[in-house]
């Protein structure tokens, strides 16, 4: 069963997510827990024989504190995993192969700590499994680490047939989209929800969306003439096809 949510991003707009449930996410931890294993174990067989010949040649002392040193960074190896992903991908590898990602409860994309802190409390999660109670019984399926760290953890949105635009933008075009690299993915992902809705929006407020969306991007730069609506397709179209080509 779908379990969709409604989020507010900073900018009043409502968009709506289908939230991945317990099943989904737990094989996804799975998948991450095995990949963590196996990096573990390979850099565990590459460093033991430099750490045992180091801890010869630095004397005893200096080789226990060497020792636990290196005990440390190999127990904040999961963590370092798990926040480096996300951080850097939006997802842990586990999440990319079930088709999920991580999101504020605004809609966008998280900062570094909040990423961290919903790791963190993964311990607190595991304990007695009352993440999994909390996901269960929280409409939002929300975990500690989530409700502590504002986040949630989504299906990617498919495409619908004829909502998007699909067509090719000419090298004269991509270089007049270049300066909308600086986009980010929350970002990205407003535009596309826009698109997918507009059809069930009255042409007033259609037009109105597009052009407050677009100003909204535009930021302090000049706000550029013409059809607003064609212009968020031709970003949407510049961003998908230059950063997002795998996403369907």
């Known amino acids: 069963m779908e379990n969709r949510v409604s989020v507010i991003t900073p900018e009043y707009v409502q968009i709506q997510f289908e939230t991945a449930g317990v099943g989904s996410r737990v094989i996804a931890k799975l998948i991450d827990y095995v990949l963590i294993t196996l990096i573990f174990t390979l850099l565990l067989i590459l460093s033991i024989?430099?750490?045992?010949?180091?801890s010869?040649?630095?004397?005893?002392?200096?080789?226990f504190i060497l020792a636990a040193l290196y005990l440390v960074v190999f127990a904040a190896l999961p963590l370092a995993y798990l926040v480096l992903t996300?951080?850097?991908?939006?997802?842990?590898?586990?999440?990319?192969?079930?088709?999920?990602?991580?999101?504020t409860d605004t809609g966008q994309s998280p900062g570094f700590w909040s990423i961290f802190l919903r790791n963190i409390l993964i311990l607190a999660d595991q304990f007695f499994l009352i993440g999994l109670i909390f996901m269960w019984l929280h409409g939002?399926?929300?975990?500690?680490?989530?409700?502590?760290?504002?986040?949630?953890?989504?299906?990617?949105?498919?495409?619908?047939?004829?909502?998007?635009?699909?067509f090719p933008l000419s090298e004269e075009?991509?270089?007049?989209l270049r300066r909308y690299d600086r986009l980010g993915d929350d970002q990205y992902l407003l535009i596309e929800e826009f698109l997918k809705r507009r059809r069930q929006m009255n042409p007033q407020r259609r037009k109105r969306m597009s052009e407050k969306l677009l100003q909204w991007i535009q930021a302090e730069e000049a706000a550029e003439r013409g059809d607003a609506e064609?212009?968020?397709?031709?970003?949407?179209?510049?961003?998908?096809?230059?950063?997002?080509?795998s996403i369907s």
């Not at 010869?56 to 080789?63: A, D, K, L, Y």
């Open 230 to 245: 064609k212009r968020l397709e031709k970003i949407y179209l510049y961003l998908k096809q230059t950063r997002y080509p």
């Open 173 to 176: 075009e991509k270089d007049g």
């Open 86 to 103: 996300e951080y850097f991908m939006g997802r842990t590898v586990g999440k990319w192969l079930l088709g999920l990602r991580l999101i």
């Open 49 to 54: 024989p430099v750490v045992i010949d180091m």
């Open 140 to 166: 939002k399926e929300q975990r500690i680490g989530d409700l502590a760290a504002g986040t949630l953890v989504i299906y990617e949105r498919k495409k619908r047939e004829g909502s998007l635009p699909a």
């Open 56 to 63: 010869e040649m630095v004397g005893e002392e200096m080789g």
